[in-house]
């Protein structure tokens, strides 16, 4: 099914604040990148560019909720987190570390004019912390608190090893972190087995 002038218009924002964030990013060029009619950006979204930011982030975040989702739901989470990583090296090397994440994107600037982007770009982040750790939870870690803990620190990595990448030009930061942190999760995940079975 094609897509509509606003869906698209809300990829393109999306993919601008990827490589120049929210700030660098005028309505002009998410007309002219989506292939919009001039005029458009006003008729879809009467809030302006705050709005558009926002929902480009809400849109996003349930894009990349969905590919969490299927990547860390496997009977054994690391196994899934390491697929979800690999994929994720692949996302970032496909604009050869020139566009990060556009939540990120936008959560580091200051926009006090539209305290509506800090709002989504934080109900984005919660959205995919619960996601992570709900598969944490059915992959061994009980306590509730432990899972939305260890979900934020794959998230902070997953987040901080691509800007890293981005600054370096390369993938090293981003298969370093992740071996580490695929680690790290084997033992915890592994040791909460062994507690159960050892009952």
């Given at each position: ?19 120049h964030g929210y700030s ?44 969490i989702s299927r990547g ?128």
């Open positions: 099914m094609p897509r509509t002038t606003r869906q698209r218009m809300l990829d393109s924002a999306a993919r601008l604040f990827r490589e660098g990013t005028g309505f002009r060029e998410v007309v002219a990148h989506s292939h919009a009619p001039r005029g458009s950006i006003y008729h879809h979204f009467p809030g302006g560019k705050a709005q558009l930011g926002a929902e480009a982030i809400a849109a996003s975040g349930e894009f990349m909720n969905g590919l860390v739901d496997s009977d054994d989470f690391v196994e899934g987190f390491e697929r979800f990583w690999r994929w994720w090296i692949k996302f970032i090397e496909a604009d050869e570390y020139r566009a990060g994440c556009p939540v990120v994107a936008i959560a580091v600037e200051s926009h006090p004019e539209a305290p509506e982007l800090a709002q989504a770009a934080a109900a984005t982040f919660s959205r995919w912390e619960h996601t992570i750790a709900l598969s944490l939870r059915n992959g061994g870690v009980e306590d509730e608190q432990e899972a939305l803990a260890i979900a934020g620190l794959i998230l902070a990595a997953v987040e901080g090893a691509t800007v890293m990448a981005r600054a370096t030009g390369g993938r090293e930061p981003l298969v370093r972190v992740g071996q580490q942190l695929a680690s790290l999760l084997r033992m915890r995940l592994d040791s909460a087995v062994g507690g159960v079975g050892g009952d």
